[in-house]
């Protein structure tokens, strides 16, 4: 028998809460909701419930509170200090909400339906997530600090986006139980996961999915309640809709050079004649906003974790370079022990992210790549190299775990040592997965020697950053359609 919702008014609840902002979880875990486990992910919901609120776990699809008689789900999410990211934190984690059913959601409609039930009123706790200091296995849960709550409050676009997202869903499970189950229902994340802007669904089948909010949509949640705004885009709700802009642009500027569409666009070159190294992104952002600033500033892309790069190819088709992905890895992250793949920023980098590659033909005999031609967009979703990353991700915490971190000497093709041509000093770099292991590779970036300011074991090192082999690039785009 399903439990009955916990009924309480928004001003009491709005005393209670404000009365453990600014504290640690152990301040006010009166019900010892921490202390039965040293792995106590999932207890600070508990924490909440049994503590602060006063009510029993309800692990129901329905839920938790009745708030001044609405329906709202409680959830607690944490905040990750990230030096890499421009706020200087981001979410800890995407956001689960509920459990995909096939044979309830086949019957359902968005407003309907269980997951809306869930989502559509949100009390948001947000607390900092501190990692476990060197030498200590599990984070120490009852020292995370509550920043603040939300009642949050979608706008009427955020939930154009998630219906179209939930029906994209909805309408593939239909389509998986009206033929092959056995066969469709596994390919749900695989299929439907690189036409979603704000949802994805995981874990893969054979374990249960589950709809789920990407980290990068939590992240912007989060944003918007602490005061920082992007800039709006146009009223794009779909990832249809995405590719019908990108389809006009084609039209229009389709088999231009580089130098062409900067002067149409009103564009500036770099002064030594090459095209500005960010001038993909300067495009795109003209194309969605007639604000200057980056992809990730525009409300769209930074919500639904879509990125932009060049790709510039060949005459005969060939990619020229290995594609770097950003932000550069945070090794924090990567070696918490208590961190599930699908969780971790790795795991979020290749489960969600779209790249939108706007693809140059190399103008034969030119070394100026300002006469490269534009050919279109293709869209590219990392989400095809998941068990590469996945395999990634282990790979680099089984070297560290093991103490098998080591700094490497760089030889030449004769096996010589080389010297760094800036400071004469011997080359080297640590024995992370290399190109010649594998699609996905770690290549360090800094200005020289110097600025080697990573350290891992004792092992110093360039900011390293996770590249994807041109080959695999070439081939995959080479098998799509342009936009």
Not at 170 to 186: I, M, S
Not at 216 to 231: N, Y
Not at 276 to 303: H, P
Request: with cysteine; glycine share 6%; aromatic share 10%.
């Amino acid at each position: 028998m399903a439990s009955e919702p916990f009924r309480i008014s928004k001003a009491n609840l709005v005393t209670l809460l404000n009365a453990i902002v600014g504290k640690a979880f152990g301040e006010f875990d009166s019900a010892n909701a921490l202390a039965s486990s040293a792995k106590n992910k999932g207890r600070l919901g508990n924490v909440l419930e049994q503590s602060v609120i006063g009510y029993p776990a309800n692990p129901d699809q329905r839920p938790d509170l009745l708030v001044d008689g609405v329906p709202t789900e409680l959830k607690v999410t944490g905040l990750i200090a990230s030096p890499r990211s421009k706020r200087g934190w981001r979410a800890k984690e995407p956001m689960s909400i509920t459990a995909v059913s096939p044979n309830e959601i086949i019957g359902e409609e968005f407003y309907t339906s269980a997951f809306w039930e869930k989502a559509e009123h949100l009390l948001i706790i947000y607390y900092l997530y501190v990692r476990p200091g060197k030498g200590v296995k599990f984070a120490q849960y009852a020292t995370f600090e509550v920043k603040g709550y939300d009642f949050h409050v979608w706008t009427e676009l955020d939930i154009e986006r998630l219906k179209n997202d939930w029906t994209q869903i909805r309408d593939f499970v239909r389509h998986a139980l009206q033929g092959d189950r056995e066969e469709l229902l596994p390919q749900l994340s695989t299929l439907i996961n690189p036409e979603l802007l704000y949802l994805d669904t995981a874990p893969k089948y054979p374990h249960s999915p589950r709809f789920r909010f990407k980290n990068s949509f939590v992240t912007a949640i989060a944003a918007s309640h602490f005061g920082s705004q992007g800039i709006d885009s146009p009223r794009i709700t779909s990832m249809g809709d995405l590719d019908r802009s990108l389809n006009i642009m084609r039209l229009r500027y389709g088999g231009q050079t580089i130098r062409d569409i900067a002067a149409d666009m009103h564009i500036p070159l770099a002064s030594n004649g090459r095209e500005a190294k960010s001038l993909t992104e300067m495009i795109l952002v003209r194309l969605f906003s007639k604000k200057a600033g980056k992809v990730s500033s525009i409300e769209l892309f930074s919500k639904s974790s879509i990125t932009c790069c060049n790709v510039t190819l060949t005459t005969k088709g060939k990619r020229t370079e290995d594609l770097k992905l950003e932000p550069t890895l945070d090794f924090d992250d990567l070696l918490d022990r208590e961190a599930a793949f699908e969780d971790s920023s790795l795991g979020s980098l290749f489960i969600d992210t779209t790249i939108i590659c706007a693809v140059y033909e190399e103008a034969p005999g030119e070394t100026n790549r300002t006469n490269n031609r534009f050919l279109g967009f293709k869209r590219l979703w990392l989400g095809e190299l998941e068990e590469d990353a996945r395999n990634l991700w282990q790979d680099i915490r089984n070297i560290v775990f093991s103490d098998k971190l080591i700094d490497m000497p760089v030889l030449d093709s004769k096996g010589n040592q080389r010297i760094a041509p800036k400071t004469k000093m011997p080359m080297s770099a640590p024995n992370w997965p290399k190109s010649k292991d594998g699609t996905l590779f770690l290549r360090g970036s800094g200005r020289d020697a110097s600025d080697k300011t990573l350290v891992i074991n004792g092992v110093r090192m360039y900011r390293q950053n996770i590249w994807v082999k041109g080959t695999w690039v070439a081939r995959q785009l080479g098998s799509y359609e342009y936009i």
